[in-house]
């Protein structure tokens, strides 16, 4: 029976320090993993002596880095990758373009960051209070930086 949960823990800590490594980032999985597989190797010398330890340490060793290459060269590891680019880019400000009080059109929902056109120019706005929905006038409050704040007014001129 002790001989069956050591194999057991063994595995899980194995399987789990290998998904730390190739799909769950955070620590979390492969720190449980490296303890399991060190309880388990603690556990065998405890139980079998230092012979049969060694040789579960070395086969632990050994079996992590081949399930290790594998998974790299199979590339199973590029099915959890992402592997769509970004494109965007930081707002271009133009001080004398955009000014405080200028007003616009949300183009899509501010949630409460998103796009607006202010003085023909699309920009990412960012909106104080609240969300504010598509097609909604705005009125430009602040402008530090690359940052542009609004608020949604009731001017329905634009």
Not at 10 to 24: D, M, P, S, Y
Not at 25 to 33: D, L, R, S, V
Not at 94 to 101: A, E, N, Y
Not at 150 to 155: A, L, N, T
Request: glycine share 10%.
């Amino acid at each position: 029976m002790d001989l069956a949960l050591i194999i057991i823990v063994l595995a899980v800590g194995l399987i789990l320090l290998t998904l730390e490594i190739v799909a769950l980032p955070g620590g979390i999985a492969g720190g449980i993993g490296i303890l399991m597989l060190a309880f388990g190797i603690w556990w065998t010398y405890g139980k079998y002596g230092n012979t049969a330890g060694t040789c579960v340490l070395l086969g632990c060793i050994a079996l992590t880095v081949v399930f290790l290459v594998y998974l790299l060269k199979t590339k199973t590891w590029k099915k959890f990758s992402l592997k769509e680019e970004s494109d965007s880019k930081v707002n271009q400000i133009d001080k004398k373009t955009i000014q405080v009080g200028a007003t616009g059109k949300t183009v899509a929902r501010l949630a409460p960051t998103g796009k607006a056109l202010i003085d023909g120019e699309l920009v990412e706005v960012h909106a104080v209070n609240k969300f504010i929905d598509p097609d909604k006038t705005i009125e430009v409050i602040s402008v530090e930086g690359y940052r542009i704040d609004v608020k949604e007014c009731d001017d329905t001129r634009f």
